[in-house]
T-cell receptor
Framework: QKEVEQNSGPLSVPEGAIASLNCTYS??????FFWYRQYSGKSPELIMS????GDKEDGRFTAQLNKASQYVSLLIRDSQPSDSATYLC????????????FGDGTTLTVKP | EAQVTQNPRYLITVTGKKLTVTCSQN?????MSWYRQDPGLGLRQIYY???????DKGDVPEGYKVSRKEKRNFPLILESPSPNQTSLYFC???????????FGPGTRLTVL
């Protein structure tokens, strides 16, 4: 079992729709959770961080964390073509505080 | 401008020829990390450093060395590169472990 697993994708949604990205992790001691966006040929950039159970909203983005289910998700509302990218889930701070584990990524395409 | 820089950005080399990829940050961050990214895979952590003179292995440390003699620099050393180390390498830094990371632009390495 991979330490961090994301829905495999690719995911395609029409412009204006909600895109839902999911991630599960295996280390129950994990403390911090991140979603990074990576455009083709570019470096990852942070979209959302979440540290406690529940929802966290920032503009069109909502991150959801459920530590009991070891599950974190990212919802993108009113998806735009500019949201087309690969989204990486990252989990930190488990058994080894400095270890940072990424999922394989989900590629999202938003069609105009 | 706050940034993480990497050099070189592109490198083609031959098997066995020692090389160093430099990474520098100007944000006074304690934590730095190296990742490699291969097609279809997310980021895999090679080594990380919690602070000066403190380094630890990530998930794929074999064939790599690092050092952290100064806070701002975290070079990645390949003493005897092999073709399976052909990859895209990212350096990242953060204020401390388990918080959002800032990524460098990447170094594309080809080992022939």
């Amino acid at each position: 079992q991979k330490e961090v697993e994301q829905n495999s994708g690719p995911l395609s949604v029409p412009e204006g729709a909600i895109a839902s990205l999911n991630c599960t992790y295996s280390d129950r001691g994990s403390q911090s959770f991140f979603w990074y966006r990576q455009y083709s040929g570019k470096s990852p950039e942070l979209i959302m961080s979440i540290y406690s159970n529940g929802d966290k909203e920032d503009g069109r983005f909502t991150a959801q964390l459920n530590k009991a289910s070891q599950y974190v998700s990212l919802l993108i509302r009113d998806s735009q073509p500019s949201d087309s990218a690969t989204y990486l889930c990252a989990v930190n701070g488990g058994e080894r505080a400095g270890k940072s584990t990424f999922g394989d990524g989900t590629t999202l395409t938003v069609k105009p | 401008e706050a940034q993480v820089t990497q050099n070189p950005r592109y490198l083609i080399t031959v098997t066995g020829k020692k090389l160093t990829v430099t990474c520098s940050q100007n944000m006074n961050h304690e934590y730095m990390s190296w990742y490699r990214q291969d097609p279809g895979l997310g980021l895999r952590q090679i080594y990380y450093s919690m602070n000066v003179e403190v380094t630890d292995k990530g998930d794929v440390p074999e064939g790599y060395k690092v050092s952290r003699k100064e806070k701002r620099n975290f070079p990645l050393i390949l003493e005897s590169p092999s073709p399976n180390q052909t990859s895209l390498y990212f350096c990242a830094s953060s204020l401390r472990a388990a918080v959002k990371q800032f990524f460098g632009p990447g170094t594309r390495l080809t080992v022939l």
